[in-house]
């Protein structure tokens, strides 16, 4: 099945202790992008990978790394976390073959709560 | 610089009537435009798109939406509401091929029996 896997897809910590949340696409899409979900705000970029090696600052990069060392995973790394990071993740990806080009597929989600 | 809007924050809908979550956009070039829809602890799923061609575009589960130019404004509609549609529903736009896209703040449905 096509799908994009986040792991963990809950995650309680406290702040200052480095993270890493995991994302994996078994698509062979070349975009991958990161995402936060705050109510009243709607989905915000932090990072995107056009492909292997290529990353970009989406809207909101502050606080978080990214990498893209192989083409199917895309780890969002947030290095000392904070209470404002407090958040639902996603990861999705996207090819840019028909019919599916232009479309995010996107991951069930990563709900951290920093204390 | 692109925009995209959602004036409504909650839709209320008896099941079998229709339905309609509005947004409009801002773009400088030509829009691509998009409706995803989030279920309850699920990632976003897709409805449809629009890139060219029709102005009425249909995507899945019986969702429709028309491209309206003049108006910028791409609103989603269903011709009658099941229950099962409530959920979370975005709006996103990005200016050409090229663009960054952008979301809505979303719009929640509330199908009532």
């Known amino acids: 099945e096509a799908q994009v896997t986040q792991n963990p897809r809950y995650l309680i910590t406290v702040t200052g202790k480095k993270l890493t949340v995991t994302c994996s696409q078994n698509?062979?899409?070349?975009?991958m992008s990161w995402y936060r979900q705050d109510p009243g705000l709607g989905l915000r970029q932090i990072y995107y990978?056009?492909?292997?090696?290529?990353?970009d600052k989406g809207d909101v990069p502050e606080g978080y790394k990214v990498s893209r060392k192989e083409k199917r995973n895309f780890p969002l790394i947030l290095e000392s976390p904070s209470p404002n990071q407090t958040s639902l993740y996603f990861c999705?990806?996207?090819?840019?073959?028909?019919?599916?080009?232009?479309?995010?597929?996107f991951g069930a989600g990563s709900r951290l709560t920093v204390l | 610089a692109q925009s995209v809007a959602q004036p409504e924050d909650q839709v209320n809908v008896a099941e079998g009537n229709p339905l309609t979550v509005k947004c409009t956009y801002s773009?400088?070039?030509?829009?691509?435009l998009f409706w995803y829809v989030q279920y309850p602890n699920r990632g976003l799923q897709f409805l449809l798109k629009?890139?060219?061609?029709?102005?009425l575009v249909k995507g899945s589960y019986g969702f429709e939406a028309e491209f309206n130019k003049s108006q910028t404004s791409f609103h989603l509609k269903k011709p009658s509401a099941l229950v099962s549609d409530s959920a979370l529903y975005f709006c996103?736009?990005?200016?050409?091929?090229?663009?960054?896209?952008?979301f809505g703040a979303g719009t929640q449905v509330v199908v009532t029996p």
């Open positions: 999705a990806s996207r090819g840019d073959m028909a019919p599916g080009a232009n479309v995010l597929t």
């Open positions: 698509m062979n899409h070349e975009y």
């Open positions: 990978s056009m492909n292997v090696e290529v990353t």
């Open positions: 773009v400088s070039g030509n829009p691509y």
């Open positions: 629009y890139i060219t061609g029709d102005n």
């Open positions: 996103a736009v990005r200016d050409g091929s090229w663009g960054k896209l952008q």
